[in-house]
T-cell receptor, first 111, second 113 residues
């Protein structure tokens, strides 16, 4: 049974720093891995999706990587800003198009 | 813009009073999902439809029902809401093929009094 873990549960960094959020999964047989952002009391915004055949995807200041052999994905945020403060969730897609979720990392960027 | 729309954004109901949440999409996606998300937790899948094929998660309470009358609309019915059903309800869609990115609506926050 697939399990997805995100560590740490919370992270606080000063504005301007580059940072990495971690996501690990137990079963490498995934279709893709998706990173989401969630602001308090809001829905989920899809940030990046990495297909199982890909190693990384980039969008603006965000870069997501995928290493299936080690069961890891990372989300790299460059030059962090206070507006990046949110909870970031990763989710692995199985062959039934269902997402297995991590519990999220709550990110706070201090001005 | 193509999107996933949920109505209402906030719903207050009384204990035991049925409530219906709605979701519509302009993405023409095959798959629609309903999730329940409680505070500081990951979303929990309740059901999903692949076209008209309904798929119920094994641990979804019988109190929750869903309807998908056409490709664009999907409804979540809570027949007798309890205090434990207070949560954010999220609707999502996906194309239903290998590049299966899920797109979420803004959610409906349900309060049960």
């Amino acid at each position: 049974k697939q399990e997805v873990t995100q560590i740490p549960a919370a992270l606080s960094v000063p504005e301007g720093e580059n940072l990495v959020l971690n996501c690990s999964f137990t079963d490498s047989a995934i279709y893709n891995l998706q990173w989401f952002r969630q602001d308090p009391g809001k829905g989920l915004t899809s940030l990046l999706l990495i297909q199982s055949s890909q190693r990384e995807q980039t969008s603006g200041r965000l870069n997501a990587s995928l290493d299936k052999s080690s069961g890891r994905s990372t989300l790299y945020i460059a030059a962090s800003q206070p507006g990046d403060s949110a909870t970031y969730l990763c989710a692995a897609s199985d062959s039934n198009y269902q997402l297995i979720w991590g519990a999220g990392t709550k990110l706070i960027i201090k001005p | 813009d193509a999107m996933v729309i949920q109505n209402p954004r906030y719903q207050v109901t009384q204990f035991g009073k049925p409530v219906t949440l709605s979701c519509s999409q302009t993405l023409n996606h095959n798959v629609m999902y309903w999730y329940q998300q409680k505070s500081s937790q990951a979303p929990k899948l309740l059901f999903h439809y692949y076209d008209k094929d309904f798929n119920n998660e094994a641990d979804t309470p019988d109190n929750f029902q869903s309807r998908r009358p056409n490709t664009s609309f999907c409804f979540l019915d809570i027949r007798s809401p309890g205090l434990g059903d207070a949560a954010m309800y999220l609707c999502a869609t996906s194309p239903g093929h290998s590049y299966n990115e899920q797109f979420f609506g803004p959610g409906t926050r349900l309060t049960v009094l």
